[in-house]
């Protein structure tokens, strides 16, 4: 599973063959350059979906539902899950947590008819209360919370469950206490953000965006700069555009058009 946020992104992780694709709430940080996944509203959300939508046909499509659209009630869950898939056009939808009312919300979503991924472990839009965005399940206490949630949310109806930032240990035994398929994130490459995965961001500005535990199978970022870099550097020694389209040899009417 990667993530992707535009048609762009959707049609190369399409044709790289992959299985699943997660409209992540991670958009409010790689896509719109926030410091968290706080800050995106459901109706941005919808807006990435949709693009993806059109870029995507193969993989199953998974919609984050973003922070304050699913934590009052069961019943602004499925409204914001329906939203999801009848707006965004996702095939799913991933929720955070597995506290009684989120394994509660996710069964009601299930029995509205919208398949649902959980997510436990670092669940970011967490943050306030757990600190930061540290490991979790590091005591045993932490671990059997992990873990039981876990299995709340396998029992609620959940498809597949996210394991986000937990020792490998503790997402072992998740994975063996559960029939449903767990995915894990930072550390075990199950599922990466795609500029994470593509080395889009590469200068230390831009470290509070990109996890330092993550594997980076490009370097993209770089390729563009490069790319941008010479394109700057080309016109302004005016060797591009070439010396055909520049304004003075078009004929008055192009250079008409032009201006
Ligand atoms: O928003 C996201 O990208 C995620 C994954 C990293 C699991 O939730
Ligand atoms: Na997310």
Same mark, same amino acid.
């Given at each position: 599973?990667? %993530? ?13 063959? /992959?299985?699943? /694709? ?14 968290? =996944?706080? +800050? ?13 939508? $059109?870029? *995507? ?5 998974? #919609? ?9 009630? *069961? ?24 506290? +009684?009312? $989120? ?5 009601? /979503? ?10 436990? #472990?670092?669940? !970011? ?5 757990? &600190? &930061?965005?540290?490991?979790?399940? @590091? %005591? ?34 998740? =994975? ?5 398929? %767990?995915?894990?994130? $930072? &550390?075990? /490459? ?13 200068? !230390?500005?831009?470290? @509070?965006?990109? !996890?330092?535990?993550? @594997? ?8 563009? %700069? ?19 389209? =520049? ?5 008055? @009417? ?6």
């Amino acid at each position: 599973m990667v %993530t992707a946020y535009d048609y762009s992104s959707a049609v190369h992780v399409d044709s790289a063959g /992959i299985d699943l /694709i997660l409209v992540g709430d991670s958009a409010a940080m790689v896509a719109h350059g926030h410091g968290n =996944t706080l +800050p995106i509203s459901l109706d941005l959300m919808l807006e990435h979906c949709r693009a993806v939508v $059109r870029g *995507a046909q193969r993989p199953l499509i998974v #919609g984050d539902l973003p922070f304050g659209s699913y934590e009052s009630s *069961a019943a602004q869950a499925v409204e914001s899950a329906v939203r999801l898939v009848k707006e965004g056009g996702v095939d799913a939808v991933k929720m955070e947590g597995g506290a +009684p009312s $989120r394994v509660s919300a996710a069964r009601a /979503i299930v029995e509205a008819g919208i398949a649902v991924m959980g997510h436990v #472990g670092l669940t !970011p839009q967490a943050i306030s209360v757990l &600190g &930061g965005f540290r490991a979790q399940g @590091k %005591t045993i206490d932490s671990a059997l919370k992990v873990v039981e949630a876990a299995l709340a949310l396998q029992e609620a109806g959940c498809f597949a469950v996210v394991l986000e930032c937990v020792p490998s240990p503790v997402a072992a035994a998740a =994975t063996q206490a559960l029939q449903i398929p %767990t995915i894990r994130h $930072r &550390g075990w /490459i199950s599922v990466l953000v795609y500029h994470d995965l593509l080395g889009m961001f590469h200068s !230390p500005d831009h470290s @509070k965006v990109t !996890p330092k535990f993550c @594997k980076q199978f490009g370097n993209v970022g770089a390729v563009i %700069t490069k790319a941008l870099t010479e394109y700057r550097e080309e016109v302004e020694a005016r060797s591009f555009p070439d010396a055909i389209c =520049t304004p003075y040899k078009m004929s008055c @009417k192009d250079a008409d058009d032009f201006a």
